[in-house]
């Protein structure tokens, strides 16, 4: 259970990332808890000078991942912490590729996991991911799944 709000701090794209790694990669700016919201994970500190020291930093980054990283008490209310869509099902392996290829010009930075050879998750690292409209018939489902591909698939 949190114990004060104001040494939380809200991490996302964090999806690729196993607890350990994010823990050992936090720690190192002092003591720490770890809680799961969703696909996000709040890290909150045991102080506010390591809560200050892990935010001079200006950019995070895990491997090839960039974290983007906020204030959870400056988070709004009506934060939607999903930007996945999943796309599916796609037989051609060139048509998976062309499609993560498109995605990656509204964000260079995104996520994406190909499932079962023909699911693609995309996770994507900015709010660029409103502005997608689907111009073809490939089954676009944002926030949901359907009966060949279940929550399990994703993980």
Known sequence: MIQDCSLCV?????????????????SRYGRIRLYQIQ?????EFENIDEMNLFL??????IDSVVLEVKL????PESLNFDQK???GPIDDRDQLNSIIDSYKSIDQNLISK????KYLLIEFTNDEFR??????STKVFIHGLNEQMTKTDLL
């Open 10 to 26: 809200y991490i996302r794209n964090t999806s690729t990332i196993d607890d350990e790694i994010l823990v050992k990669y936090c």
């Open 39 to 43: 696909d996000s994970r709040l890290v």
């Open 56 to 61: 001079q930093v200006s950019s995070h980054r």
């Open 72 to 75: 959870y008490k400056d988070l």
């Open 85 to 87: 869509i999943y796309i």
């Open 114 to 117: 190909v499932i079962e050879n």
């Open 131 to 136: 502005k997608i409209k689907t111009k073809n």
